[in-house]
């Protein structure tokens, strides 16, 4: 039985956070980084997922209700930053941003966001683990085997952000210009379903 539970838990926060979808995003966010700079934001990414997502399957529930926020405006306001990155993506203004900060010595960290939230420890993986950590008559029990699953999950997660520069590499300056482009389509239709899915929760279609 336990194991039974385990693998549900794990096929179902598998299918939402989607660690070989993340794979392309990851690259395009990070295609102009050393190796180095890449194994650092995939470590922070996935630690920090980790850590927010043990918070809301230990305690989701009265988080959300505490600051009055609802899933549904969770929803629309995680499409609307996602559009805004898609928008840039699709546009090339990271590039002319990128200069910019270059010329400052700065560069933007997309480990907390985009990577973190809402791409990993997006509305569909918190509402997954605050439904898992609380299913059964055993609470415990549930919340160990949720933590479990999810630890395999961001552990798969992370080893696909590590090999991410080869896959970089073998695609080429082309292949990710063509990819960011492409995945800059998908992500705005990504955050445009979010904002459905947020408004649709709110009752108003």
Do not use: H, Y
């Not at 194991?3 to 690259?27: E, H, K, Q, R, S």
């Not at 194994?39 to 009265?62: E, K, N, Q």
């Not at 939230?117 to 609380?134: K, M, N, R, S």
């Not at 029990?141 to 696909?160: E, N, P």
Request: aromatic letters at 8%.
């Amino acid at each position: 039985m336990t194991w039974d539970l385990f693998f549900t838990a794990f096929v179902t926060l598998f299918l939402v956070i989607d660690p070989i979808g993340l794979v392309p995003f990851f690259i395009a966010l990070t295609n102009d980084r050393k190796a180095s700079e890449r194994r650092s934001i995939a470590l922070r990414a996935t630690g920090l997922s980790l850590v927010l997502l043990a918070i809301f399957a230990f305690a989701g529930d009265t988080i959300l209700a505490t600051i009055g926020i609802g899933m549904p405006a969770f929803r629309i306001a995680g499409g609307l930053l996602l559009f805004l990155i898609a928008v840039d993506m699709l546009f090339e203004k990271r590039g002319e941003r990128r200069e910019s900060q270059a010329d400052s010595g700065e560069k933007p960290d997309p480990s907390v966001f985009p990577l973190t939230t809402p791409l990993i420890v997006g509305p569909g993986a918190i509402a997954a683990v605050i439904l898992l950590a609380g299913k059964g008559d055993d609470p415990f029990l549930a919340l160990s085997i949720t933590m479990g699953a999810l630890v395999v999950v961001l552990i798969v997660v992370l080893s696909l952000f590590l090999i991410s520069g080869l896959i970089a590499r073998l695609l080429g300056k082309v292949g990710i210009t063509v990819l960011t482009r492409l995945m800059g389509m998908l992500l705005a239709a990504l955050a445009v379903q979010f904002v459905v899915d947020g408004v649709v929760g709110l009752g108003i279609l």
